[in-house]
């Protein structure tokens, strides 16, 4: 039994947002949904957490059914909806709750669960009288389950009341505490103590401790202090028979972070779901009392520990370095499964496949829980596909067209094949649509919460600065797999070996470069401006380069040497007198020699070998080798973007930094004269970037014939590409808006703020005036955004995220600062003094006044 505790959250509370992690250690989530899409985003978010239980009540029994497709564990109906939804659908019964508001609605209901098959696990939901239901449909023998939704009047003593007699209480966040709190909400933890059965001789709870899969980690006893105490540190505390209060690693070190909390079918032991950290759960220093992890928590153990260090040489470090390897691994096993016939080959061979498809997953940070969680939601599908294999793979095997072979083959019901092949972006017409809905299809795909990503990038900040060269080495063995790489700089000259490149290629560099440079030169403010406010009183500003900077080139997932212009052009056109550049190194130790041959031109006197938050580092505080800058720019992936907010918070580093520039995004707004395979090939050009990127498409007054014209080419391009599979991760979170006018268009993406702007219009020059927020735009159907990436002389750093409402791209004007002076003539003292010194004694400061005074002292006697 999961715990006695709903908790109904508002999807898009921040409140709510940020506290899923606690909710989830005391309950399951319940929703209210107003629209599908908003409930399906919530649970695309959040299944990992809990079980999420939707009242579709509102919005119709296709929206219901797309729901559970979803993955919601259990829909909420009135009674009437209920029974014609199963009519014209086999949805399992445990996956159903019905709203029982009155007589009428318990008798329809039993007379339907009387003549229903199969209807046995249907539950039932009161706002008022929960318990007096359980009696009359004698829940829970049947399977079901009787669910009261509480309201915000809710008591702590009614929940506790309802949850003693085995009823599950829904009650709202906001009435709702994990611990007891003055004002009076209902407080989980008494909750959960209150439904708990002691053992009769000790007054403890008995209680289960399992790991993020289930596996047992142990047997141990809790108390109502100790449970309190859990929830209140978030962590694995338990009551010792010995010792009292028992938290979890407080000398061993091998803490928990406890995931929730559940009971088993009669209440009388508590399951505590955690995350084990240190060498395990036991003081013998196995993974569980009951010995070491085998089979698969054992290999996904390995491989995660061999991924954070693996011996270098060994297999387990080639397979992680040497993606190829591991997908010819995985269809050479795959095959050898299909041709394996005896029980122990067929064993045999499927441990080897398990084998390599888990070291993919864990090189992408994919878990066994997460492969067990999507398996789980495949299995709450209502409505199956027919599972047939893809055409290449049938005749590969000599399936006919259908499908079917010529022996019968094993239908997969469990398996769903992939929901479409298609690469489709979701469409909205905004006509039709409530604001919500749109607003939460603009929302960037999300990323690792922030609080995670910092806490990942403050250790590392910290060792480099205090361990310098040493610490920077030693995370790019780790990130980069550079083991052999002994100094983390290239200082210029740099050697001509470094910078061996074809003949086109240095073409093209230097065409980008001379355009590059002649944009950012027309940009410099050489001439101090001078204004003579008063007579005798001339102000003016003049620029001076920042001195010394450092230009992060992303290196990631792809090599990005256009950056390396982007940034390294304008600091020379600048004048900034050190120029440093950092870039991820090859496994090998080098560097691209285009970045390189970048870094020359632009006179750069160092490359940094070295990515991520340790080369901000080490810019920002300087190390033995690596030279301390005054400001650091450029765009990188979540680690490089916090790492740089964070020095720049710190007072002691003295360093500023451009923007927040993470994912690239694009958004394309196109007529009907605009051609569908231009739009298609902008959208895919951003979309190619990362899984984390975004495009959008407003379309203006296309019809579903145009419309069906972009997609096509979507789809057909796509395909077409080597990055095909990031291409369908970005597409997955990106939108066409249908809109009726270039105003509403202009609204939405202003709204948006977009990194890029494609204007693919018939009149796309009128349409500039109405651009508020964008980082760099592109007019009319001869300017693909990719000329701006490389070479007409824009700058391609932008602030992505809807920083582009507040921040400017990389200009020139990124690498200077502005200096005013002053200069006053006696007259001018004169002029200006009554009111410098009337306003420095409404201030209180004399010597301010004095400064003043005493000169007119002199002018005045003169
Ligand atoms: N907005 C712009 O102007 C612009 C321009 C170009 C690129 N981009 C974006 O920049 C990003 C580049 O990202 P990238 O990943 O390819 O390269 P990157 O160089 O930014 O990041 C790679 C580094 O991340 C660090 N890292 C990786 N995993 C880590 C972990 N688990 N813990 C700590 N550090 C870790 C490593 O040190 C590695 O060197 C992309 O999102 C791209 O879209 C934006
Ligand atoms: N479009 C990216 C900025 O968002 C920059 C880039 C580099 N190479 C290709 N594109
Ligand atoms: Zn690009």
Redesign the pocket.
Known sequence: MASPLVIAVQPRATSDKNNIKNIARVGNAFIKATNASEAIDFINANSTFFDIYVDTTDIGADNAVEILNAGASKIFLNTKQLISLTEENEIPSSRLVAYVASDEDSTELRNWLANAPGSQDVGVCSTSNAAELFEKFDFPKDGGQVFKLFGENVTESAVIEEVAHGVVAIVPSNQLSIIPTADGKVAASNVLASRAVPDRNTGLIATLVVDERGVSLGFVWSNKESLLEALKTGTGVYHSRKRGLWYKGQTSGDTQELLSIGFDCDADCLVFRVKQLGRGFCHLGTNTCFGRYHGLSSLQKTLQSRKESAPPGSYTARLFNDPKLVEAKIMEEAEELCQATTKSEIASEAADLIYFALTRCIAADVSLEDIEKNLDLKNLKVKRRKGDAKARWAQKVGLAKSGKASEPSPAPVEEEAPKSDRIEMKRIHTANTPISVIKDALERPSQKSNEAIVE??KP?IADVRANGDAAVLK??HK??KATSLTSPVLKAPFPQHLMQLSSDTIKAIDVSFENIKKFHSAQKDDKPLVVETMPGVVCSRFSRPIERVGL???????V?PS?ALMLGVPAMVAGCKRIVFA??PRSDGSISPEIVYAAHKCGAESIVL??????VAAMAYGTESITKVDKILG???Q??TAAKMMVSNDTSAGVSIDMP????EVLVIADKKASPAFVASDLLSQAE??V??QVILIAVDLDDRELAAIDEQVHQQANALPRVDIVRGSIAHSVTFVVKSIEEAMNLSNEYAP?HLILQLENAEEVVPLVQNA?SVFIGQWTPESVGDYSAGVN?????YGYAKQYS?VNLGSFVKHITSSNLSAEGLRNVSEAVMQLAAVEGLDAHKRAVSIRMDIINKS
């Not at 070295?610 to 080369?615: D, E």
């Not at 520039?661 to 690239?664: F, K, L």
Request: no cysteine; aromatic share 8%.
């Open positions: 990942l990038v590392i995370y790019t990130f980069e992060y080139i992303p290196g990631g997932t792809a990005l950056t870039s991820p070295a990515g991520g938050a340790q080369a765009p990188g992936n680690f490089v520039a993470g994912p690239s970037h990362g984390d990127s990194e980082g391609h750093s932008l602030p992505t791209g």
